[in-house]
């Protein structure tokens, strides 16, 4: 069972921010819109969960295959952080987000998308890929997938 509402999905990078959204029911997760890095970033995905009436903001963890975390897990849960303080009360969770945008990318290859075309639309790909794995995990499971993250104070 998946509660109800719509949700956004962020991949952060260090350039640019992915976002996707998915319908009040949870069902499928579908491209928003790419968010420049840096200033009205935070802002401006808040902005976009007030939009769609989300009832959370799922943002992908980056992992190795073997589930460490690097340097760019910490950039990641910083980020976090601080969406969570901008977003609140709407909630902010990390989930793993290993292979994303491997996944990604292979989705957008296989449907013809490449060159200069591709690497603009990879990160809402992304973000696609980490709202449908969050909302086929708590289908699976019941439970809201990830952790809810803590603003920071």
């Known amino acids: ?7 956004i999905g962020v991949d952060v990078g260090s350039v640019r ?3 996707a959204a998915c319908d009040p029911d949870g069902l499928l997760a579908t491209p928003v819109e790419t ?5 009205g970033d ?3 995905i808040v902005a976009l969960a007030e939009a769609h009436s989300a009832i959370e903001i799922v943002v992908g963890l980056p992992r190795s295959l073997s589930g460490a975390e690097g340097p760019a897990a910490d950039g990641v849960r910083d980020f976090a952080r601080i969406l969570a303080g901008v977003a609140a009360p709407i909630p902010v969770r990390l989930c793993d987000e290993r292979l994303s945008t491997v996944s990604a990318q292979r989705g957008m290859r296989s449907s013809g998308v490449r060159g200069r075309e591709a690497r603009q639309r990879l990160d809402q790909a992304a973000a696609v890929v980490i709202l449908q794995s969050a909302l086929d995990t708590e289908r ?4 809201p997938p990830g952790r809810t993250v803590q603003a920071e104070t």
């Open 1 to 7: 069972m998946i509660r109800p509402g719509a949700r």
């Open 17 to 19: 921010i992915g976002v």
């Open 35 to 39: 968010v420049p890095r840096g200033r």
């Open 42 to 44: 935070v802002e401006r």
């Open 140 to 143: 699976a499971t019941g439970r």
